[in-house]
T-cell receptor, first 116, second 114 residues
Framework: GAVVSQHPSRVICKSGTSVKIECRSL??????MFWYRQFPKKSLMLMAT?????????EQGVEKDKFLINHASLTLSTLTVTSAHPEDSSFYIC????????????FGPGTRLLVL | AQSVTQLDSHVSVSEGTPVLLRCNYS??????LFWYVQHPNKGLQLLLK??????LVKGINGFEAEFKKSETSFHLTKPSAHMSDAAEYFC????????????FGKGTTLSVSS
């Protein structure tokens, strides 16, 4: 149980385009989903927290107009990187938490974004 | 405020020898503490968690961690390292009593040599 998937696993795009990353909880209902960004050899940085049906809460310094988050259902959250630039290249990881798991977050496998 | 410090950025051990990855935390509340492992280009896998029950927590793959409130520590141990244990390990603290958000340590790279 507690499986989280992400799609795509890897994406390359041109500068100025938008990229959508999906995060799904496969076998539980995720009341809360989180989006993290991980730079090479660095720890994870929380970008935003989203609750189903509500607007996402963004961490300080994260541009909400650039990183659009939608948590449309209890099993799906999407992160859209709008007008991507090379500095947005990173490893994006989502996690999900369901009521039966209390504090524990279960992580997706991550999406490697490369912006040329 | 909550914070977590992983005392070693890199630990190297030989296969079959014990593993010790050190973690200290700071929390205004009774914390929730986690260890996650990340293999190269992979997502994070939960190894174990402490949520105010038993202070000695057993996790997957033979790992365990002991919560020591007096020392504000939550060190990860394993009696005998395997080559497959080579990975990045993150000590994580929940930021409030419900652990809504997580604060990650900077990670410890574990290398295992034959």
């Amino acid at each position: 149980g507690a499986v989280v998937s992400q799609h795509p696993s890897r994406v390359i795009c041109k500068s100025g385009t938008s990229v959508k990353i999906e995060c799904r909880s496969l076998d539980f209902q995720a009341t809360t989903m989180f989006w993290y960004r991980q730079f090479p050899k660095k720890s994870l940085m929380l970008m935003a927290t989203s609750n189903e049906g509500s607007k996402a809460t963004y961490e300080q310094g994260v541009e909400k107009d650039k990183f659009l988050i939608n948590h449309a259902s209890l099993t799906l959250s999407t992160l859209t990187v709008t007008s991507a630039h090379p500095e947005d290249s990173s490893f994006y990881i989502c996690s999900a938490r369901g009521p039966q798991y209390q504090e524990t977050q279960y992580f997706g496998p991550g999406t490697r974004l490369l912006v040329l | 405020a909550q914070s977590v410090t992983q005392l070693d950025s890199h630990v190297s051990v030989s296969e079959g020898t014990p593993v010790l990855l050190r973690c200290n935390y700071s929390s205004s509340y009774s914390p929730s503490l986690f260890w996650y492992v990340q293999h190269p280009n992979k997502g994070l896998q939960l190894l174990l968690k402490y949520t105010s029950a038993a202070t000695l927590v057993k996790g997957i793959n033979g790992f365990e961690a002991e919560f020591k409130k007096s020392e504000t520590s939550f060190h990860l141990t394993k009696p005998s390292a395997h080559m497959s244990d080579a990975a990045e390990y993150f000590c994580v603290v929940g930021t409030n009593q419900a652990g809504t958000a997580l604060i990650f340590g900077k990670g410890t790279t574990l290398s295992v040599s034959s």
